[in-house]
């Protein structure tokens, strides 16, 4: 799954009015020769769709500036790529293959132990190098935060045991001494 051939699209891609399909025609009863076939058929050839199941190694690279080009999407894998064997002889690594979407930043898609895993943490705009809005690509995802120590509880249900410590002979009640014999 390291290998970018290995992975597909397997949903329908989005088109330009920003759909995953085309809208209805809708006959606004000026045209007397309406057909709907013939207008559906129109508007699929202005913004056809692509194939459900096509490799993502064919999608077209990502212009990163006039003369500079980069695949549509990026594949990694991330963790200990050691191999082992389980207790059901199956072989196994704790390995995560990651395919990032240049074309649509903040788009992965996640590969580990057999099972697919996507998630998108984007603001749905494409990656484009002549847009003239520049959107902020996603923050990194962060690790957690370390966790504090073990502390006492604040508002305990039970009253904490006070230990008191013996007087040595010769204290008084406030710790100073004998001070009478002056």
């Known amino acids: 799954m390291a290998d970018l051939g290995m992975w597909v699209h397997a949903n329908p891609n989005i088109l330009k009015n920003c759909r995953t399909g085309h809208m209805e025609p809708e006959d606004d009863g000026s045209n007397p020769d309406f057909d709907p076939e013939e207008a559906k058929k129109v508007l699929e050839d202005a913004d056809p769709y692509e194939a459900r199941l096509k490799p993502i190694a064919k999608d077209v690279s990502v212009k990163i500036s006039e003369k500079k080009q980069m695949p549509a999407w990026s594949v990694r894998t991330m963790g200990d790529t050691t191999e082992f064997m389980t207790v059901s002889k199956k072989l196994t690594s704790n390995s995560v293959i990651v395919v ?83």
Not at 117 to 132: D, M, P, S, T, V
């Open 100 to 182: 990032r979407s240049l074309l649509w930043p903040g788009a992965y898609s996640f590969f580990f132990n057999g099972q697919v895993f996507q998630i998108y943490l984007g603001n749905g705009h494409k990656f484009e190098h002549e847009a003239q809005v520049f959107p902020l690509n996603p923050p990194k995802v962060m690790a957690d935060p370390s966790e504090y120590g073990d502390q006492p509880e604040p508002t305990p249900l039970e009253e904490p045991v006070v230990v008191e410590e013996k007087k040595e002979e010769g204290e008084d009640e406030e710790g100073e001494g004998d001070e009478d014999d002056e």
